[in-house]
């Protein structure tokens, strides 16, 4: 499985990200014929060589005209749907622009269709938008891994007056994605940059792989504090690293002291308000108590909600908490047509071999249901179904 990960030491933009995509082989003509399907004029994309700090790179530059009108959210967007772009470009660049107008419509307070783009809108973020689109689909790479991005203080100038940095949509934009303070006063993370960055991956260290390349994108000021360079580096999973990872939060509470009808009520308001799992186990505790130690692995964004639910719905005092990386076997869902019904299965992964099928309990409990048939059994039908259906790779 071939692998970008995006080391953002000094941000991302959407020039940035062209400029990466073109320093690790991807052509502008590529780029730009795939843009050239869109009915935008008055733009011109060029690429040169540039140094930051005595490391080249890439530049790629959107020059435009003076724009005397402003685009909305679905002016861009009807756009988009009706252009002959290449169907997982067009579908990116939307899911794309989709980010960037719904973060502006909740900063401006109006209906994302209502949104006016100003730098966003304007026909040099477009482009940017669609050619980093065309561009990853040229590259080929099957999944992109960032860092966390760095988060600039102080203020920026826009059409709409002094906004602090980051800027506000990028703020919206980055929600649930995890950040770090850039110890910068220069805006690192555009809200093109951003959109890109949080739709196109997933967030986490650098993988195990076999580096292939590195390519370097160009930004367009010379910073004092860092080169001004977006590092792409492109390799392939190690044979036995084909598991996905993430990052995750664990907490952690003991508990000597729980109404037990209390704790079945917690179990499912955890799994409620985020908790991808919540258990409980027993403990002895001081004092020779009988105990429960409550566990909830959680995305680290819901970490600090999820602990307060804790502290406020139990008798827990703390909550430990912790993150660490998970491994996981990537899942889809499906359906698989039965004597008794439709019902719902879960195909797993390790990188593109399928290794398990396995029935929903919902669906299967509803079929159950109906037919009146022990659940058990259902299970056997299902499966069955299932393993015609998506035979594994090891059978």
């Known amino acids: 499985?071939?692998?970008?990960?995006?080391?953002?030491?000094?941000?991302?933009?959407?020039?940035?990200?062209?400029?990466?995509?073109?320093?690790?082989?991807?052509?502008?003509?590529?780029?730009?014929?795939?843009?050239?399907?869109?009915?935008?004029?008055?733009?011109r994309l060029s690429c040169r060589r540039e140094q930051r700090t005595g490391i080249e790179g890439t530049r790629v530059e959107v020059a435009c005209e003076e724009q005397h009108h402003h685009r909305t959210w679905a002016d861009i967007d009807r756009m988009l749907a009706e252009s002959p772009l290449l169907p997982p470009v067009r579908?990116?660049?939307?899911?794309?622009?989709?980010?960037?107008?719904?973060?502006?419509?909740?900063?401006?307070?109006?209906?994302?269709?209502?949104?006016h783009f100003h730098e966003v809108g304007a026909v040099d973020s477009i482009v940017d938008v669609v050619g980093a689109a065309a561009a990853l689909q040229l590259l080929g790479v099957e999944q992109v891994l960032c860092s966390p991005l760095p988060m600039s203080r102080g203020m920026i100038k826009t059409a709409h007056?002094?906004?602090?940095?980051?800027?506000?949509?990028?703020?919206?934009?980055?929600?649930?994605?995890?950040?770090?303070?850039?110890?910068?006063?220069?805006?690192?993370?555009?809200?093109?940059?951003?959109?890109?960055?949080?739709?196109?991956?997933?967030?986490?260290?650098?993988?195990?792989?076999?580096?292939?390349?590195?390519?370097?994108?160009?930004?367009?000021?010379?910073?004092?504090?860092?080169?001004?360079?977006?590092?792409?580096?492109?390799?392939?999973?190690?044979?036995?690293?084909?598991?996905?990872?993430?990052?995750?939060?664990?907490?952690?509470?003991?508990?000597?002291?729980a109404n037990p009808e209390w704790l079945g009520a917690l179990l499912e308001s955890l799994l409620a308000a985020g908790a991808l799992d919540a258990a409980f186990a027993p403990l002895q505790m001081k004092k020779n108590r009988p105990g429960v130690r409550v566990t909830v692995v959680a995305p680290p964004a819901e970490a600090p909600a999820l602990t307060r639910l804790l502290l406020r719905q139990s008798s827990a005092i703390g909550v430990r908490s912790y993150e660490t990386r998970r491994f996981k076997l990537r899942r889809e869902a499906r359906t698989v047509t039965t004597d008794l019904g439709e019902a719902e299965v879960k195909l797993l992964f390790e990188g593109e071999k399928l290794v398990r099928v396995t029935a929903e309990y919902e669906s299967c409990r509803a079929l159950a249901a109906k037919s009146g048939l022990p659940l058990p059994e259902v299970y056997r039908i299902v499966e069955r179904a299932a393993d015609l259906a998506f035979p594994t790779t090891d059978h």
């Open 161 to 257: 007056g002094i906004f602090p940095l980051p800027a506000p949509a990028t703020v919206e934009i980055l929600s649930g994605c995890p950040v770090v303070d850039g110890g910068s006063d220069r805006e690192l993370v555009t809200p093109t940059g951003a959109a890109i960055a949080a739709e196109i991956a997933g967030f986490g260290p650098l993988p195990e792989m076999t580096l292939e390349r590195v390519g370097y994108g160009v930004g367009g000021r010379k910073l004092a504090d860092r080169p001004n360079l977006l590092r792409g580096l492109l390799g392939r999973a190690n044979p036995g690293a084909e598991l996905e990872t993430d990052r995750v939060t664990v907490l952690e509470t003991h508990l000597d002291d």
């Open 91 to 115: 579908e990116l660049a939307r899911r794309i622009f989709r980010r960037i107008g719904e973060a502006e419509a909740k900063v401006h307070g109006v209906p994302v269709e209502k949104v």
């Open 1 to 43: 499985m071939s692998i970008l990960y995006l080391d953002t030491f000094s941000g991302i933009s959407g020039d940035m990200f062209l400029g990466l995509m073109t320093d690790l082989g991807v052509s502008l003509e590529q780029i730009e014929a795939e843009v050239k399907k869109l009915p935008v004029q008055g733009y």
